[in-house]
């Protein structure tokens, strides 16, 4: 299975501070996409690395990708109480997403 | 952007009951649309992969006569839970995917079902 394992499980700091989780996976993918769920909610799109690339931004967001490491991490800057969410990788191979169980962050004033 | 929208947000029903899901794309064609189920703090599972006119998909292990598929529509698609039993009970996500951009999913705000 190529789905996305994310680590830690929980992350918990304080607003300013940055987040950073990581991903791995088994297999060969086309992208890894990682995407953030608030409670009860559905999923929202934060950004894609293709497979021939090494290192994303998108504005607080930097997603870096290993592809010999089959790894991925996500770097939250500056975080913000609204980042409190869940994050999920997702790999990408054949266009079906194969999610983890995702890190829950919590952000606290 | 590209907007989902879900309806119901929650449904309670009895067991043995059927209840539809919604799913609808609100400002683009949904070439690809996928259902999901999630328990709670945990990863969503895939159940089945839907296009427009075509039958679903169905992932391994996902009973295809217990949750029908239906995508009628370039931008509507229904999940029916058949006879719903208390172990149905879950979070039901549809994402949908726009045209040539099939790499990133747009999700609807998800479905709690709760069988009584």
């Known amino acids: 299975s190529q789905q996305g394992e994310e680590d830690p499980q929980a992350l918990s700091i304080q607003e300013g501070e940055n987040a950073t989780m990581n991903c791995s996976y088994k297999t060969s993918i086309n992208n890894l996409q990682w995407y953030r769920q608030n409670s009860g909610r559905g999923l929202v799109h934060l950004i894609l690395?293709?497979?021939?690339?090494r290192e994303k931004h998108s504005g607080r967001l930097r997603v870096t990708l290993d592809t010999s490491k089959k790894s991925s991490s996500l770097l939250i800057t500056a975080s913000r109480a609204a980042d409190t969410a869940s994050y999920f990788c997702a790999p990408d191979s054949w266009g079906k997403l194969q999610f983890g169980a995702g890190t829950q962050v919590v952000v606290t004033p | 952007g590209a907007v989902v929208s879900q309806h119901p947000s929650r449904v309670i029903c009895k067991s043995g009951t059927s209840v539809k899901i919604e799913c609808r794309s609100l400002d683009f064609q949904a070439t690809t649309m996928f259902w999901y189920r999630q328990f709670p703090k945990q990863s969503l599972m895939l159940m089945a992969t839907?296009?427009?006119?075509?039958?679903?998909?169905?992932e391994q292990g996902v009973e295809k006569d217990k949750f029908l598929i239906n995508h009628a529509s370039l931008t509507l698609s229904t999940l029916t839970v058949t006879s719903a039993h208390p172990e149905d009970s879950s979070f039901y996500i549809c994402?949908?995917?726009?045209?040539?951009?099939?790499?990133?999913?747009?999700f609807g705000a998800g479905t709690r079902l709760s069988v009584l």
């Open positions: 839907s296009n427009e006119g075509s039958k679903a998909t169905y």
């Open positions: 690395i293709r497979s021939n690339e």
């Open positions: 994402s949908a995917t726009e045209g040539q951009a099939k790499n990133i999913q747009y």
